[in-house]
């Protein structure tokens, strides 16, 4: 059998960070608010009678083989995909092939999204099926793993549904609530966003646990701070369900301006330089993708000023990456 998945990444819009435990615990809950994109992870799993496994990822050029499943070891160039198949266990050998179309360090989630996308290739051979929160709660588990850092969980969310969500974490679980379901209103949300990459690479896990480390110790502004992303979280998802765009603008300033304080590093001179350029070309409001420190930027224009926006962001240094807002989640094709 050979299947092939793939899964958006997606752009954060407001409220990340309240998507990593305990933070949200802390806070009695909070939302996120994200845009799944068509810029994918995929991978295409074939299965084979040897027992052995053939990792390999396109994208960067690199992978490892073994004899049988344990022979494999993690840590190595495989890691993510090793660490799954060690936690899911195939009766049978593979052959693996990876490819995220995202640059890597960008913030937009691509290896939550690709693991989201191995994860159901290999329920899908198997003939399996797994509740979305424990798919959700599986990949998270791994993934922190790799890391050795606490994850967030609202990428995943974003490679499993797809479109725009809301997503709340609280006490008591987790729900997720389609926002901008108005195939126009969708439309004029992606036409008046630019997504840019700042050329500056980013690792999510430090800047999160700088986060968590400052909100536990209580040190500088952090705890204040989170509860206005908190708060700007909550305005945006309330402003894109009546589909106000302009307070729409005004929360994901605000959000920055609190997200820039929560913990050393979030912000650095080259982004705050592009986001004066893009303001200067007509963008009402910028942030920065993920936990920040780097990677991709999006903003948020005026009507008719993305091309300017872009231009002045192109001008000055950084990568414009061509996207739209999708709504569709998890693709599986059997080859």
Request: hydrophobic share 40%.
């Amino acid at each position: 059998m050979r299947v092939h998945v793939s899964t958006p990444n997606r752009v954060d819009l407001a409220g990340g960070t309240l998507d990593i435990w305990p933070l949200y615990a802390f806070l009695g809950g909070g939302y996120t608010v994200n845009a799944a994109i068509e810029m994918r992870s995929e991978v295409t799993v074939t299965t084979r009678d040897d027992g052995a496994f053939d990792l390999f990822a396109d994208d960067l050029q690199q992978g490892e083989t073994a004899t049988s499943l344990e022979e494999l070891t993690p840590g190595g160039p495989m890691d993510l995909i090793v660490r799954a198949l060690n936690v899911m266990r195939p009766l049978c050998g593979l052959d693996v092939r990876t490819r995220c179309t995202a640059p890597k360090g960008t913030g937009l989630g691509s290896s939550s999204s690709l693991l989201i996308a191995f994860l159901s290739a290999l329920l899908e051979i198997e003939g399996r099926t797994m509740d979305q929160v424990d798919l959700v709660d599986a990949a998270a588990n791994i993934e922190a793993q790799c890391i050795s850092v606490p994850t967030g969980k609202q990428d995943y969310w974003a490679a499993v549904r797809g479109g725009v969500n809301a997503i709340w974490f609280g006490l008591n679980g987790t729900t997720v609530e389609p926002l901008v379901v108005d195939p126009a209103a969708r439309h004029e949300l992606s036409e008046r966003l630019t997504l840019v990459f700042t050329g500056e690479t980013r690792f999510s896990g430090t800047s999160n646990w700088n986060m968590i480390k400052a909100y536990i110790d209580d040190t500088g502004v952090t705890r204040g701070k989170l509860l206005v992303v908190r708060q700007s979280s909550e305005r945006m998802r309330e402003c894109l369900l009546r589909g106000d765009l302009a307070q729409f603008a005004t929360a994901l300033g605000e959000e920055w301006a609190a997200r820039k304080q929560l913990a050393a590093g979030v912000t650095t001179p080259r982004i705050d330089a592009l986001m004066d350029r893009a303001a200067g070309a007509g963008a009402l409001a910028s942030k920065v993708c993920g936990a920040g420190g780097g990677g991709c930027m999006i903003s948020f224009c005026k009507p008719g000023a993305r091309t300017a926006v872009e231009d002045a962001l192109a001008d000055g240094g950084a990568t414009v990456l061509p996207f739209a807002i999708r709504d569709d989640g998890i693709r599986i094709t059997h080859l």
